[in-house]
C-alpha cells in the first residue's frame, strides 16, 4: 500500500534560511569590522610608515658612478684614460627567475662556464633594491645586437653606455701605473658602500691602487619614481658626480722606452731618479704584460699564463725583487769609513788577492785572485778591490756598518707613493739572534761590506742609496705622482739628511766613482767612452749561489738562472747631478760589462737633446778630474 507524500514544512524552512541569513550577516559584519579596523591602523596609526614604505616603492635612488682621474706623464701623455663602452648590466627585481634568464644569455652568447659562474658571484654581492649590478664590460657590437634582439627573452638586462679604464701604452707602464679591476667580494666589505655603488672597478696595483681615494671621485644619483616592474617613469632630483682628479707623473715616456731599449729582452729593472727632488723619472721591470687585460676581467687561461711564467711578468722587480746589492754598496761604505774615522782616502790596504782574518786561515777572495797590491780608497773603488773593503768592514764592525747603512735606507723602505715596495733586510747582531738564533761571526760582516751575504735590497733602494751620495746627504724620498690634481705630495714622514763630520767625505768617495768611468784603469771606462759629461758609477756582481771555498766559478758549469746578477749605479753630470740611474740584470754575469752600457745609455737619453749634443741646462759647471 502506498505511503502518504508528507507535506512541506513551509515554517521550519523559513526559520533555517532566516538561521543561515543571520549567520552570514554576523560573519560579514565581523569581517567588515576586521578590514575597518586594518584600514584604520594602516591609514591612521600607521599612516607615516605606509607612506614611507609606498614611497621608497614608488621611489629610489640609482647611483651615478663618478668618472676616475686621468694620469699623465710628466709632459702630459696619456698613460691611464677613460673610454666609452657598453656594458650589460642586471636588475634582479625586474628579471624574475635571474638564473633562467642567465642561463638564456649564456646560450645567446656562447659563453664559457666560467662565465656563468662569474655571473652567480657578481648578483651575490651586497646591493639596494633595484640597484644594476654590472654582468660583462665592453660589449662588441656582435653581441648588443644579440641582446636587442633576444631582448624578450632576457627581462632585467640592458645595454648601459659607461667609461671603463683603458692604458694606451699597455705593457709599458704596467709595474708603475698599474691597473683597475673588478671589485672583489673582499673588498667589497671594506669600502664604503656609499661612495662605491655604481662603482664596478677598483685599483688594483701602482699608482691606481695607492691613489685610488683621489683617483676615484664621488658617487652622483638620481631620484626616479619607477612603476611595478621597476621602469623608470620620470627623474625627480639629478646630482652629477664629483670626477676623480687627474694624477701628473714624474715619470718620463721617452726616457722610459730608453731604459727598455738599452735593457732589451733581458729579465731585470732600471730605475732613474732626479736627486734634487726624488722623482722617478723611468721606471721599468722585465718582462712586463698588458694591464688591459685585468679591466674587462682576465680569463682564468690568460691570468694562468701570466702567473706560472716562469719569467714572472707579473713581479715587479724594481719594488719587490730582492736581491744582493754586490760592490754596488761599497761607495756607502767608503762613507762609513771615512766619517767614523777608522780611515782616510791615503790609507792604503795591502791586496795579495786575498783577505785573512787574525787567527783564521779562511781565505775570503777578492774578484782579481792576482790582486792589485797596495791600494788607498780611490784605487779601492775604481778597481772594486774586495780585499780593502773587507778589511774596512772588518774595521767598522756589524753595528756602526749596519747603522750607517739604515741611513741610505737600506733595509727599509724608502718611496713616498708605492706601497708595493719591499723592505728588504740590512742584518744586524739582534737580527740574527731573533731569527736563527744564533751569534753573528766576523766573516760575516766581511762579506756583508761587498755587499754579499744576508744583505737583500730592492732595485728602487738602490737607486735611493745613490742618490744620496749624489745629493750629499739630503733625503728625497722616490715618488710617482708628481701633482694630484694640482698639488704636489706631501712627505708626512720626511727621513733625516745625512751629516758627516767632514763634508769632503763625500766628493772623495764621488771622485773614486768617477775613477770608475774614466780612468784608464777603471773597470767601467768601456761604459764612459766618448761621453759629453763625467759619469760616477760603481758596478756590481753578487752570486745567485754560492761557491765553495777554492772554487773558481764557471758560467759553462752554471745554470743559467743560477748565473751571477749584474748591477751598475751612477749619477751624471758628476759635478751637478741630474739623474741617478740604477740597473739590476737577473743573471747577467757582469755588472761593468753588461749592466754599465745601460746605465750610460739612459744617461745619454735624459743628458742629450735629438742631435746627440748636452742640453745647455746641463752643459755648466767646472769638470773635476780624476784622482791619480
Same mark, same amino acid.
Given at each position: 500500500m502506498p505511503q502518504p507524500i508528507p507535506l512541506k514544512d513551509h515554517e521550519q524552512e523559513k526559520q533555517l534560511v532566516?538561521?543561515?541569513?543571520?549567520?552570514?550577516?554576523?560573519?560579514?559584519?565581523?569581517?567588515?569590522?576586521?578590514?575597518?579596523?586594518?584600514?584604520?591602523?594602516?591609514?591612521?596609526?600607521?599612516?607615516?610608515?605606509? %607612506?614611507?614604505?609606498?614611497?621608497?616603492?614608488?621611489?629610489?635612488?640609482?647611483?651615478?658612478?663618478?668618472?676616475?682621474?686621468?694620469?699623465?706623464?710628466?709632459?702630459?701623455?696619456?698613460?691611464?684614460d677613460n673610454k666609452p663602452s657598453f656594458n650589460l648590466t642586471m636588475t634582479r627585481e625586474r628579471a624574475g627567475d635571474s638564473a633562467k634568464v642567465l642561463d638564456s644569455l649564456t646560450q645567446?652568447?656562447?659563453?664559457?662556464?666560467?662565465?656563468?659562474?662569474? &655571473?652567480?658571484?657578481?648578483?651575490?654581492?651586497?646591493?639596494?633594491? &633595484?640597484?644594476?649590478?654590472?654582468?660583462?664590460?665592453?660589449?662588441s657590437e656582435e653581441q648588443i645586437a644579440l641582446i636587442a634582439v633576444n631582448q624578450f627573452r632576457l627581462p632585467g638586462l640592458d645595454v648601459e653606455p659607461q667609461?671603463?679604464?683603458?692604458?694606451?701604452?699597455?705593457?709599458?707602464?704596467?709595474?708603475?701605473?698599474?691597473?683597475?679591476g673588478r671589485i672583489n667580494e673582499k673588498e667589497a666589505k671594506t669600502l664604503d658602500s656609499t661612495e662605491y655603488r655604481g662603482?664596478? %672597478?677598483?685599483?688594483?696595483?701602482?699608482?691606481?691602487?695607492?691613489?685610488?681615494?683621489?683617483?676615484h671621485g664621488h658617487v652622483g644619483y638620481e631620484e626616479v619614481e619607477t612603476n611595478a616592474q621597476g621602469r623608470v617613469m620620470r627623474v625627480l632630483r639629478h646630482q652629477d658626480p664629483i670626477p676623480g682628479k687627474d694624477i701628473i707623473l714624474s715619470l718620463d715616456v721617452q726616457l722610459q722606452q730608453a731604459a727598455e731599449k738599452a735593457l732589451g729582452d733581458r729579465r731585470g729593472s732600471v730605475v732613474a731618479l732626479d736627486p734634487a727632488t726624488g722623482d722617478v723619472l723611468a721606471m721599468v721591470s722585465n718582462p712586463s704584460f698588458d694591464p688591459?687585460? &685585468?679591466?674587462?676581467?682576465?680569463? &682564468?687561461?690568460?691570468?694562468?699564463?701570466?702567473?706560472?711564467?716562469?719569467?714572472?711578468?707579473?713581479?715587479?722587480?724594481?719594488?719587490?725583487?730582492?736581491?744582493?746589492?754586490? %760592490?754596488?754598496?761599497?761607495?756607502?761604505?767608503?762613507?762609513?769609513?771615512?766619517? %767614523?774615522?777608522?780611515?782616510?782616502?791615503?790609507?792604503?790596504?795591502?791586496?795579495?788577492?786575498?783577505?785573512?782574518?787574525p787567527n783564521y786561515d779562511h781565505k775570503y777572495r777578492n774578484w782579481n785572485r792576482s790582486g792589485d797590491g797596495w791600494v788607498d780608497m780611490y784605487t779601492a773603488i775604481m778597481r772594486s778591490n774586495d780585499t780593502y773593503f773587507y778589511d774596512l768592514a772588518h774595521k767598522l764592525g756589524i753595528d756602526r756598518l749596519h747603522d750607517y747603512m739604515a741611513e741610505f735606507g737600506l733595509g727599509q723602505k724608502v718611496s713616498l707613493d708605492m706601497f708595493e715596495e719591499?723592505?728588504?733586510?740590512?742584518p744586524s747582531q739582534q737580527w740574527k739572534r731573533a731569527t736563527r738564533r744564533q751569534a753573528w761571526f766576523p766573516g760575516e760582516t766581511l762579506i756583508l761590506g761587498i755587499g754579499q751575504g744576508y744583505m737583500q735590497v730592492t732595485p728602487l733602494q738602490l737607486a735611493q742609496a745613490t742618490s744620496l751620495l749624489a745629493s750629499k746627504g739630503v733625503w728625497h724620498r722616490p715618488h710617482l705622482a708628481r701633482s694630484i690634481g694640482g698639488e704636489p705630495p706631501r712627505d708626512p714622514h720626511p727621513m733625516p739628511d745625512i751629516v758627516l763630520h767632514d763634508k769632503r767625505a763625500w766628493d772623495q768617495v764621488s771622485q773614486?766613482?768617477?775613477m770608475v768611468m774614466h780612468d784608464p784603469r777603471g773597470i767601467a771606462r768601456a761604459s764612459a767612452a766618448g761621453a759629453q759629461y763625467r759619469i760616477a758609477g760603481k758596478s756590481g756582481t753578487a752570486q745567485v749561489v754560492a761557491i765553495r771555498q777554492g772554487e773558481r766559478y764557471d758560467r759553462n758549469k752554471t745554470l743559467e738562472r743560477h748565473r751571477d746578477n749584474a748591477l751598475f749605479v751612477g749619477f751624471a753630470p758628476a759635478e751637478h747631478p741630474s739623474i741617478v740611474v740604477a740597473v739590476m740584470i737577473e743573471n747577467g754575469e757582469a755588472g761593468g760589462r753588461v749592466a754599465g752600457p745601460v746605465v750610460r745609455e739612459v744617461m745619454d737619453a735624459w743628458l742629450l737633446d735629438s742631435q746627440g749634443h748636452l742640453k745647455p741646462e746641463y752643459a755648466g759647471g767646472e769638470h773635476a778630474s780624476p784622482h791619480s
Open positions: 532566516n538561521r543561515r541569513l543571520l549567520v552570514c550577516a554576523v560573519l560579514t559584519c565581523s569581517l567588515v569590522a576586521v578590514l575597518i579596523a586594518r584600514l584604520y591602523v594602516l591609514q591612521v596609526l600607521q599612516h607615516d610608515q605606509q %607612506s614611507a614604505v609606498s614611497e621608497n616603492n614608488r621611489v629610489h635612488v640609482l647611483p651615478i658612478a663618478p668618472e676616475r682621474g686621468l694620469i699623465y706623464d710628466r709632459n702630459g701623455v696619456v698613460l691611464a645567446i652568447l656562447g659563453l664559457a662556464d666560467d662565465d656563468r659562474q662569474q &655571473f652567480n658571484k657578481d648578483l651575490r654581492r651586497g646591493r639596494k633594491p &633595484f640597484e644594476p649590478v654590472t654582468l660583462m664590460v665592453g660589449l667609461f671603463i679604464r683603458e692604458y694606451p701604452l699597455n705593457e709599458h707602464f704596467a709595474h708603475s701605473v698599474g691597473y683597475v662603482t664596478q %672597478s677598483i685599483g688594483k696595483t701602482g699608482v691606481e691602487r695607492f691613489y685610488e681615494d683621489r683617483l688591459n687585460l &685585468f679591466v674587462k676581467g682576465i680569463s &682564468f687561461k690568460q691570468y694562468a699564463a701570466l702567473r706560472d711564467s716562469i719569467d714572472r711578468p707579473l713581479f715587479n722587480r724594481v719594488l719587490r725583487g730582492l736581491y744582493a746589492p754586490g %760592490s754596488t754598496i761599497k761607495p756607502e761604505v767608503a762613507i762609513a769609513g771615512l766619517d %767614523s774615522g777608522v780611515m782616510t782616502p791615503a790609507n792604503r790596504v795591502f791586496d795579495p788577492g786575498y783577505y785573512e782574518l719591499a723592505a728588504g733586510l740590512m773614486g766613482m768617477q
